[in-house]
């Protein structure tokens, strides 16, 4: 009799955000206990990047944008390991954990963003720029402690309620929407003339929103300024310090809170670790695959992939992390079983903003949408992301109610 | 036909707390329109000092906490200026506002009090000691920011979760009792393991809670230590500094969030007006009138009564201040009306002090109270103020379900 060992190959999965987390559920599915599948996480949740606009400006329970992620994966199937990394061994096949090591034979690298300062000095030091939950938390709490010791100090300086967002791409206009529309409840608690507020967006492109629709960029900044947002576009911030911000233009704005919300490049991973990347995200294959390895698929934030017709990288979002994170089990599937590998076309669906309350703008498809019904679009985009995660359990329980 | 104009006196009074409500509220049904009545105050409400720990800790809304003083006070009746206080000119009899003056033939003083420092260096740039709606709210929302802080930064800084209460007093003890309980469902919310949270009261004299029974002390500290409060009793604190306490035994703590509850002092513009005074305090006369002075009442905080039993002054407590108030009110009305003046003598009906939760100590006659009914005396007396200050209406829409 004839005994053939044979060892199992060990995948591992960097990081639980919209990539990573699918990939779990769909690897954990389609081939089960053929593999050991490892998900390493610094955090023991899972959390929706992009609801966190509604926790930082304190319109929603950051408990409401994570969930456990015993919650959602079968850790029959998936072996979790709470432990932040800090460099892929490409040449030893192994990831350095700051409590250990994981070798690993197919290696699936969903990292995420980290925040781009564009070398502007003083972010890091003066404004609140990581978009976590822990980060959306410390913003809320540091709005409404500004809001309380204003009242409570004989100087009352205004510039305890001022809130500089630099940036009005999709997050800094999202967390602003949200914003602009609690401040009257926040004024009526601290006691607070609305006028004493002021709310900034800075932007140094020459239009809000970038990208989208100029009608939908109109609509959104009007509806802004209608709550008291001010922008200044066409802006650039030369620095941000203890006390506010420096333009280009030689202004200087008092705040006490600026919010830094610019874009985003990589996670700085991808560079520790020797890939060769643009602002931390890899030009992956058609097959999400880092070029020259075979057994490295990189997605989400940290994978570059160009829109052909624009000549332009797409945007990190979430919509494609997920599409890549589908494409990457299945060719994980196949490089075990033989099949074919799948080339990743993202398909997108549309895109809405959020304006806070009951206001959005959004496209779908080749339809504009704005008000009331790009909102219920917002939550079933939000709903639908659920329903792919956990199926319809996961979205009765944890999901937004459109109506 | 012979016409006799007579000038309707102005009653001035000087601060809407416990005694000036209460004072307002007997002068309005007593006197009515004989007399030309006036409030001033900072605020346009009046807030119940005595919760105050429980907003300060978050454990219910400063809302629940104060009132528009136009809800409690008949405007046909009593004028309401809301202005601060300056100074009283005894011999113009006017009083000096940030914005005006105004005349008066009576005065009442129920200015209240600030925070005794004891001359401790650091206190007012280092420590929260404004025991007000203001005040509290910055307590509050200051936890919470260093809580939500402590997560998204990268060095985690332990201090960053201890809070010292400087004072093991009446204010001191219910406000760390109030935290401690709250603690768990911070760490929850935060994601901070409840060791890391620090919570230290630090008092100099040789006792927690001096005058109280020492088995309810004991019962006090004790569960508050359960709840991992660590006392230092008999260790004056030398000076607050920007990281944390320098103790006079040469140790030091790091703590963000200091909180000052030594006591308290009368209100600074009593010695600005030139009264004679102990600490902001006027020994007053036994019908309430500041020596030398026909028509100046002072009541409250403001105001310094022996206890002849044990040759030491009344504590500031509410209980007394109300009970001036009503003496006070019946005094001018005398005086208007030509009967004798009455003497004040405090009834003290007892004395409880909340410990968070369901958890109280007291006294009420001789009979000592522990936990759930301490707790439910407790809430009794907090109602039955509002049924002095508006009667059943008041108890029914401010009041607390003592179940």
Known sequence: MEVILLKKPNIVILGAGYGGMITATRLTKQIGHDANITLVNKHDYHY???????????????????????????????????????????EEKKVVLSNGELEYDYLVVGLGSEA?????PGVHEHA????????????????????????????????????????????????????????????????????????Y????????????????????????????????INCPIKEVTETGVSLANGDEIKASTIVWATGVR?????????????????????????????????????????NEEI???????????????????????SLMTGGSLKTFTPDIKGTVASLGGKEAIGVVGSRKLFGTSANFMKKMIDNRYLFLLGGPGLV???????M
């Open 48 to 90: 929706q990047t992009t609801w966190l606009h509604e926790p930082a400006a304190g319109t929603l329970s950051p408990e409401r944008t994570r969930m456990p992620i015993n919650s959602v994966l079968d850790l029959n199937k998936i072996k979790f390991v709470k432990d932040e990394v800090q460099e892929i061994k490409r």
């Open 116 to 120: 781009e300062t564009f070398g502007v």
């Open 128 to 199: 609140f720029s990581k978009w976590t939950v822990n980060g959306a938390r410390e913003v809320k709490e540091h709005i409404e402690y500004m809001f309380a010791k204003y009242n409570n100090s004989p100087e009352k300086k205004d510039e305890l309620l001022t809130v500089i967002v630099a940036g009005a791409g999709f997050t800094g206009i999202e967390f602003i929407g949200e914003l602009s529309e609690r401040v009257p409840e926040l004024c009526a608690h601290y006691d607070i003339p609305r006028e004493k507020v002021k709310l």
């Open 201 to 232: 967006v800075i932007e140094a492109a020459p239009t809000a929103l970038p990208g989208f629709d100029p009608e939908l960029v109109e609509y959104a900044m009007n509806l802004l300024e209608s709550r008291g947002v001010e922008f200044k």
């Open 266 to 306: 990589g996670s700085s991973i991808i560079e520790k670790s020797g890939f060769e990347a643009m602002r931390g995200r890899v030009k992956v294959e058609p097959d999400l695959r880092a070029p020259g390895h075979e057994d490295i698929f990189i997605i989400g934030d940290c994978a570059l992939l160009i």
């Open 311 to 333: 000549n332009r990288p797409y945007p990190p979002t979430a919509q494609i992390a997920m599409q890549m994170a589908e494409v990457c089990a299945s060719n994980i599937k």
């Open 396 to 402: 009765l329980k944890r999901g937004k109610n459109p």
